[in-house]
């Protein structure tokens, strides 16, 4: 790539005429009277061994490259990540869990109702999070406790549930 880099910075130094008047009407061989113009002949050489196009086609290859690096070091990163939820209170009647979750979400708590099987009953558990970290996550537990009578937990999420 470097050796089709470099070509191209010559033969755009060859569009200065004033530097080289000798190579103006340049065709691959040498005109009347200049000699052999090697440096001229073996660009054309180079220049059909190493195309533009075979320097834009690494190019990209390399840049997917980076991509493809870039998703596999942000999967890894999240896979890393352990997030936190705080499961408040289960409740069977669904009204009573949505308007608690209300009044969570009207206090400022990012929450939502999961609901699941219990024994053939359909139960509704309000979580509030996700966070972050554990700290945050106990803190608030506590917080939620302690405001509003709950006895709640503290739950490491699943990556799907994130």
Not at 124 to 144: I, K, N, S, Y
Request: avoid cysteine.
């Amino acid at each position: 790539m470097a050796t089709i880099r470099k070509r191209l910075e010559f033969e755009e130094a060859l569009d200065d005429h004033d530097s080289f008047p000798e190579l103006v009407d340049y065709d691959g061989k040498a005109p009347d009277g200049y000699g052999d113009y090697e440096v001229a002949q073996e660009i054309g050489r180079i220049a059909e061994r190493y195309p533009i196009e075979r320097m834009w086609a690494i190019e990209d290859a390399k840049a997917e490259k980076r991509e493809r690096r870039q998703r596999e070091l942000e999967i890894e990163a999240e896979a890393g990540t352990q997030r936190y939820a705080i499961n408040v209170a289960t409740y069977v009647d669904e009204t009573e869990a949505i308007e608690t979750l209300t009044d969570l979400v009207d206090a400022g708590y990012d929450g939502s109702l999961i609901s699941s099987d219990s024994d053939g009953v359909l139960v509704f558990t309000l979580q509030v999070g996700p966070f972050d970290d554990l700290w945050t996550a106990q803190r608030t537990a506590e917080t939620l406790d302690a405001s509003y009578g709950y006895s709640s937990s503290v739950t490491v999420l699943r990556h799907e549930e994130r």
